[in-house]
Protein backbone atom coordinates (compact mmCIF):
# COMPACT_ATOMS: atom_id res chain seq x y z
CA UNK A 1 0.00 0.00 0.00
CA UNK A 2 2.89 2.22 0.89
CA UNK A 3 4.65 2.26 -2.60
CA UNK A 4 1.30 1.90 -4.55
CA UNK A 5 0.86 5.44 -2.72
CA UNK A 6 3.99 6.94 -3.57
CA UNK A 7 3.63 5.54 -6.91
CA UNK A 8 -0.12 7.09 -7.27
CA UNK A 9 1.39 10.61 -6.56
CA UNK A 10 0.30 11.35 -2.67
CA UNK A 11 2.22 13.38 -0.78
CA UNK A 12 2.51 11.64 2.57
CA UNK A 13 1.72 8.27 4.46
CA UNK A 14 0.13 8.40 7.57
CA UNK A 15 -0.09 5.08 10.51
CA UNK A 16 -2.38 5.55 13.71
CA UNK A 17 -0.40 4.84 16.73
CA UNK A 18 -2.96 2.69 18.64
CA UNK A 19 -2.43 -0.72 20.34
CA UNK A 20 -5.82 -1.91 20.77
CA UNK A 21 -9.83 -0.92 20.03
CA UNK A 22 -12.31 -3.18 21.77
CA UNK A 23 -15.90 -2.12 22.88
CA UNK A 24 -18.57 0.40 21.46
CA UNK A 25 -20.35 -2.72 19.51
CA UNK A 26 -16.41 -3.33 17.55
CA UNK A 27 -14.86 -6.15 17.20
CA UNK A 28 -11.53 -6.61 18.68
CA UNK A 29 -8.65 -5.24 16.79
CA UNK A 30 -5.76 -3.62 16.52
CA UNK A 31 -2.45 -2.51 14.05
CA UNK A 32 0.93 -3.34 13.48
CA UNK A 33 3.19 -0.72 16.22
CA UNK A 34 3.23 2.26 14.71
CA UNK A 35 7.04 3.20 15.30
CA UNK A 36 8.35 0.00 14.29
CA UNK A 37 5.73 0.11 11.03
CA UNK A 38 7.10 3.74 10.02
CA UNK A 39 10.94 2.29 10.53
CA UNK A 40 9.68 0.25 7.78
CA UNK A 41 7.71 2.43 5.28
CA UNK A 42 10.87 4.66 5.77
CA UNK A 43 12.86 2.20 4.44
CA UNK A 44 10.70 1.03 1.07
CA UNK A 45 9.70 4.82 0.41
CA UNK A 46 11.94 7.53 -1.50
CA UNK A 47 10.16 10.34 -1.69
CA UNK A 48 6.63 10.49 0.52
CA UNK A 49 6.60 12.44 4.16
CA UNK A 50 5.94 9.88 6.78
CA UNK A 51 4.04 10.70 10.20
CA UNK A 52 2.22 9.06 13.22
CA UNK A 53 -1.22 10.24 13.63
CA UNK A 54 -0.68 10.79 15.77
CA UNK A 55 1.98 9.30 18.16
CA UNK A 56 0.50 8.98 21.89
CA UNK A 57 2.36 10.84 24.34
CA UNK A 58 1.39 8.34 26.91
CA UNK A 59 3.05 5.37 24.92
CA UNK A 60 6.94 5.76 25.57
CA UNK A 61 8.84 8.18 27.58
CA UNK A 62 9.57 11.51 26.49
CA UNK A 63 13.22 10.79 26.07
CA UNK A 64 12.72 7.38 24.01
CA UNK A 65 9.88 9.01 21.85
CA UNK A 66 12.49 11.78 20.46
CA UNK A 67 14.92 8.94 19.73
CA UNK A 68 12.64 7.03 17.88
CA UNK A 69 11.14 9.79 16.20
CA UNK A 70 14.96 10.89 15.35
CA UNK A 71 16.14 7.01 13.92
CA UNK A 72 12.70 7.34 11.74
CA UNK A 73 13.31 10.83 10.66
CA UNK A 74 17.18 9.38 9.64
CA UNK A 75 16.18 6.35 8.05
CA UNK A 76 13.85 8.20 5.99
CA UNK A 77 16.42 10.68 5.01
CA UNK A 78 14.17 13.78 6.58
CA UNK A 79 11.12 13.07 5.83
CA UNK A 80 9.24 12.46 9.19
CA UNK A 81 6.78 14.76 10.40
CA UNK A 82 6.11 14.32 14.20
CA UNK A 83 2.21 14.14 14.92
CA UNK A 84 1.97 13.95 18.75
CA UNK A 85 -1.05 14.20 20.95
CA UNK A 86 -2.55 12.98 24.17
CA UNK A 87 -4.04 9.81 23.56
CA UNK A 88 -8.04 9.07 24.37
CA UNK A 89 -8.39 5.46 24.10
CA UNK A 90 -9.29 4.58 27.38
CA UNK A 91 -9.34 0.79 26.76
CA UNK A 92 -5.75 0.42 25.24
CA UNK A 93 -4.78 2.56 28.08
CA UNK A 94 -5.97 0.00 30.62
CA UNK A 95 -5.59 -3.36 28.93
CA UNK A 96 -1.17 -2.83 28.22
CA UNK A 97 -0.89 -0.71 32.07
CA UNK A 98 -0.55 2.67 31.28
CA UNK A 99 -1.73 5.50 32.84
CA UNK A 100 -4.60 7.24 31.65
CA UNK A 101 -5.30 9.98 34.70
CA UNK A 102 -4.09 13.37 34.23
CA UNK A 103 -3.28 12.67 30.54
CA UNK A 104 -2.92 16.37 29.46
CA UNK A 105 -0.52 17.22 32.87
CA UNK A 106 1.58 14.73 31.73
CA UNK A 107 1.21 15.34 27.77
CA UNK A 108 2.59 19.31 28.75
CA UNK A 109 6.10 17.45 30.59
CA UNK A 110 6.31 15.09 27.62
CA UNK A 111 6.02 17.64 25.31
CA UNK A 112 8.81 19.88 27.13
CA UNK A 113 11.11 17.37 26.96
CA UNK A 114 10.53 16.03 23.44
CA UNK A 115 10.40 19.56 22.14
CA UNK A 116 14.02 20.37 24.07
CA UNK A 117 15.33 17.27 22.99
CA UNK A 118 14.30 17.69 19.13
CA UNK A 119 15.94 21.24 19.28
CA UNK A 120 19.08 20.22 19.72
CA UNK A 121 19.24 20.71 23.07
CA UNK A 122 19.72 18.84 26.84
CA UNK A 123 17.01 18.00 28.60
CA UNK A 124 16.96 18.12 32.38
CA UNK A 125 13.31 18.34 34.33
CA UNK A 126 12.07 17.29 37.57
CA UNK A 127 8.34 16.61 36.90
CA UNK A 128 5.38 15.15 38.36
CA UNK A 129 5.12 12.30 35.54
CA UNK A 130 8.30 12.33 34.13
CA UNK A 131 11.91 12.38 34.76
CA UNK A 132 14.82 13.51 32.77
CA UNK A 133 18.54 14.30 34.03
CA UNK A 134 21.04 15.94 31.00
CA UNK A 135 18.97 13.53 28.47
CA UNK A 136 20.38 14.26 24.79
CA UNK A 137 19.98 12.45 21.46
CA UNK A 138 22.99 10.91 20.05
CA UNK A 139 23.77 11.06 17.22
CA UNK A 140 22.76 13.80 16.77
CA UNK A 141 19.39 14.30 14.69
CA UNK A 142 20.66 15.90 10.93
CA UNK A 143 17.64 18.24 11.09
CA UNK A 144 15.17 20.07 13.35
CA UNK A 145 12.02 17.37 12.62
CA UNK A 146 8.54 19.48 12.22
CA UNK A 147 5.84 18.82 14.71
CA UNK A 148 2.05 18.79 14.29
CA UNK A 149 -0.44 18.73 16.89
CA UNK A 150 -3.28 16.37 16.59
CA UNK A 151 -6.25 17.44 19.13
CA UNK A 152 -8.76 20.21 19.83
CA UNK A 153 -8.81 20.50 23.48
CA UNK A 154 -7.93 24.13 24.52
CA UNK A 155 -5.11 23.22 27.25
CA UNK A 156 -3.50 20.65 24.51
CA UNK A 157 -3.69 23.56 21.90
CA UNK A 158 -2.37 26.13 24.64
CA UNK A 159 0.61 24.19 25.10
CA UNK A 160 1.73 23.05 21.44
CA UNK A 161 0.48 26.06 19.29
CA UNK A 162 3.24 27.98 20.29
CA UNK A 163 5.73 25.51 18.77
CA UNK A 164 4.33 23.16 16.19
CA UNK A 165 4.38 23.34 12.66
CA UNK A 166 1.33 22.27 11.94
CA UNK A 167 -2.32 20.66 13.43
CA UNK A 168 -4.30 17.83 12.45
CA UNK A 169 -7.98 17.00 13.60
CA UNK A 170 -9.75 13.91 12.81
CA UNK A 171 -12.93 13.58 10.49
CA UNK A 172 -15.60 13.50 13.01
CA UNK A 173 -14.48 16.37 14.91
CA UNK A 174 -15.56 18.36 12.35
CA UNK A 175 -18.13 16.65 11.06
CA UNK A 176 -16.28 15.14 7.81
CA UNK A 177 -17.62 18.63 5.64
CA UNK A 178 -15.83 22.24 4.36
CA UNK A 179 -18.14 23.92 6.54
CA UNK A 180 -17.76 22.30 9.63
CA UNK A 181 -13.89 22.05 9.58
CA UNK A 182 -14.13 26.03 8.33
CA UNK A 183 -15.40 26.79 11.80
CA UNK A 184 -13.48 24.27 13.52
CA UNK A 185 -10.34 25.99 11.24
CA UNK A 186 -11.74 29.39 12.72
CA UNK A 187 -11.41 28.69 16.49
CA UNK A 188 -7.84 26.83 16.08
CA UNK A 189 -6.52 30.57 14.77
CA UNK A 190 -8.22 31.72 17.33
CA UNK A 191 -6.46 29.66 19.77
CA UNK A 192 -3.17 30.49 17.92
CA UNK A 193 -3.26 33.96 18.87
CA UNK A 194 -4.13 33.18 22.55
CA UNK A 195 -1.01 31.64 22.22
CA UNK A 196 0.68 34.23 20.85
CA UNK A 197 1.13 32.88 17.66
CA UNK A 198 0.75 34.21 14.49
CA UNK A 199 -2.05 31.60 13.11
CA UNK A 200 -0.53 31.89 9.45
CA UNK A 201 2.70 30.26 10.93
CA UNK A 202 0.67 27.03 11.59
CA UNK A 203 -0.43 24.59 8.78
CA UNK A 204 -4.40 23.29 8.95
CA UNK A 205 -4.38 19.42 8.00
CA UNK A 206 -7.78 17.61 7.61
CA UNK A 207 -8.44 13.76 7.83
CA UNK A 208 -11.11 12.81 5.23
CA UNK A 209 -13.01 9.57 5.57
CA UNK A 210 -13.63 8.48 1.89
CA UNK A 211 -15.79 5.61 1.27
CA UNK A 212 -14.81 3.08 -1.58
CA UNK A 213 -16.54 -0.05 -3.07
CA UNK A 214 -16.18 -3.12 0.04
CA UNK A 215 -16.27 -0.69 2.71
CA UNK A 216 -16.51 -2.56 5.82
CA UNK A 217 -18.08 -1.83 9.22
CA UNK A 218 -14.35 -1.58 10.73
CA UNK A 219 -14.77 2.75 10.30
CA UNK A 220 -18.34 2.99 11.36
CA UNK A 221 -19.90 6.33 11.18
CA UNK A 222 -22.29 8.61 12.92
CA UNK A 223 -25.38 9.76 10.45
CA UNK A 224 -23.83 13.18 11.06
CA UNK A 225 -21.06 12.40 9.41
CA UNK A 226 -21.52 10.71 6.42
CA UNK A 227 -18.17 9.77 4.34
CA UNK A 228 -17.32 11.26 1.08
CA UNK A 229 -18.78 8.60 -1.75
CA UNK A 230 -18.99 8.81 -5.19
CA UNK A 231 -16.52 9.52 -8.80
CA UNK A 232 -12.78 10.31 -8.72
CA UNK A 233 -14.34 14.20 -9.36
CA UNK A 234 -16.80 14.11 -6.52
CA UNK A 235 -14.33 12.69 -4.37
CA UNK A 236 -11.54 15.55 -5.78
CA UNK A 237 -14.26 18.42 -5.12
CA UNK A 238 -14.49 18.17 -1.97
CA UNK A 239 -11.03 18.05 -1.53
CA UNK A 240 -10.83 21.01 -3.39
CA UNK A 241 -13.74 22.75 -0.77
CA UNK A 242 -11.28 21.71 2.12
CA UNK A 243 -9.01 23.81 0.87
CA UNK A 244 -11.40 26.34 0.19
CA UNK A 245 -12.24 26.19 3.87
CA UNK A 246 -8.29 26.49 4.67
CA UNK A 247 -6.74 23.41 4.70
CA UNK A 248 -3.15 23.23 3.64
CA UNK A 249 -3.53 19.46 3.93
CA UNK A 250 -5.85 16.72 3.25
CA UNK A 251 -5.14 13.01 4.66
CA UNK A 252 -7.40 10.61 2.88
CA UNK A 253 -9.04 7.75 5.52
CA UNK A 254 -10.24 5.36 3.28
CA UNK A 255 -12.34 2.37 3.87
CA UNK A 256 -11.34 -0.40 3.12
CA UNK A 257 -7.91 1.00 3.52
CA UNK A 258 -6.36 -1.94 0.64
CA UNK A 259 -3.86 -1.26 -2.01
CA UNK A 260 -6.75 -1.50 -4.61
CA UNK A 261 -8.74 1.73 -3.00
CA UNK A 262 -5.12 3.13 -3.26
CA UNK A 263 -4.69 2.76 -6.65
CA UNK A 264 -8.76 4.14 -6.94
CA UNK A 265 -7.68 7.11 -5.28
CA UNK A 266 -5.21 7.67 -7.88
CA UNK A 267 -7.76 9.39 -9.69
CA UNK A 268 -8.77 11.68 -7.45
CA UNK A 269 -5.08 12.77 -7.03
CA UNK A 270 -4.92 13.57 -10.77
CA UNK A 271 -7.94 15.05 -10.78
CA UNK A 272 -7.45 17.54 -7.59
CA UNK A 273 -4.16 18.59 -9.45
CA UNK A 274 -5.93 18.93 -13.19
Known amino acids: MATAAEDSGFDSIWVGDHLLYRGDGLHERGPW ?70 RISRFEEWFEIV ?34 IGSNGERALGIALPHVDSWNTWYDDYGNSPEGFSALNARITEAAERAGRS ?54 VANPITESSVRYLTQVVEAVHS
Request: charged residues 20%; hydrophobic residues 45%; contains cysteine.
Open 33 to 102: EAWTLLAGLAAVTSRVQLGPLVACAGFHPPGVAAKMAATVDEISGGRLVFGVGAGWNEAEFSAFGIPFDH
Open 115 to 148: GTLLAGERATLDGTYWKVEDVVLLPTPSRRIPMM
Open 199 to 252: PDEIDRSACVLVAMDGATNDRPYDKACPPVAGTPEVIADHIRALAAAGADEVIV
